[in-house]
């Protein structure tokens, strides 16, 4: 796991295509038999649907299983399973963790951290609610690691996830940072605007301060700040 995490232009693909090749082998399926049979199923392929079907508690009993194996059995490939149905809590944490770079940068760091977490899970400590544990201890990992200077649109990491979807924000924060990441999917403000609303409307920051690391003038920021809250405004009020 270790090697595709380095040095690879998008994670997420290259993720997707070993699956491809995971997903429908019976016989390395049979390497996790006992958690096939716990969910009924003879594929990797089937036990994702199943997952995905499920209920919360159908669901989290799966989990449990895979990240039991990679705990007490050192299994890299239930680890590497419990990644692929965690993939759309990642592929959440990459979009929202803006601070961190670029897509590829930012698809690299949140899967490294998902995964380093499902390897590490306090199993004794969290003998349930795999997902929502690992998105979340993950989604701390990624916020050490962002420059002090640097502040992500919802303050609270808690928002980040619920039981169910494993990923998406809640509260006025999560709203608001629900829109600012869609407003910039849809050209309507670019990622540096959409930073400086998160940074001092969500997180606080004032703009004296921002100005100073930014060695820009606070006028500067305000005015900047001001136009593309307008151009928001015009974009909620279309919607």
Known sequence: MA??????????????????????????????????????????????????????????????????????????????????????????????????????????????????????????????????????????DLRRSVPRTTIHPTDDPGALVDDRDHGRHTGPAGELAEVLTDAVDAGVLDLRDARLIAQTRIAGARVADLATHTRLGSRTLWDRRQRAERRLAAWGACA
């Open 3 to 140: 090697c595709i995490v380095a040095g690879m232009s998008n994670v997420f693909d290259l993720l997707e295509l070993e699956w491809a090749r995971l997903r429908d082998d019976r016989t390395v399926a049979r390497r996790l038999r006992s958690v096939c049979e716990l969910a009924g199923v003879r594929t990797l392929a089937e036990l994702e649907a199943h997952v995905r079907a499920a209920d919360p508690a159908g669901a989290d009993a799966v989990l449990l299983a895979l990240v039991t194996r990679t705990v007490d059995h050192d299994d890299e490939l239930a680890a590497r399973v419990l990644l692929q149905l965690l993939l759309p809590g990642t592929r959440n944490l990459a979009r929202r963790w803006w601070a961190l770079g670029d897509h590829d940068e930012r698809s690299a760091a949140a899967v490294a951290a998902v995964y380093g977490r499902i390897r590490r899970y306090p199993l004794a400590r969290r003998p349930g609610r795999v997902a929502a544990n690992v998105l979340l201890d993950a989604a701390r």
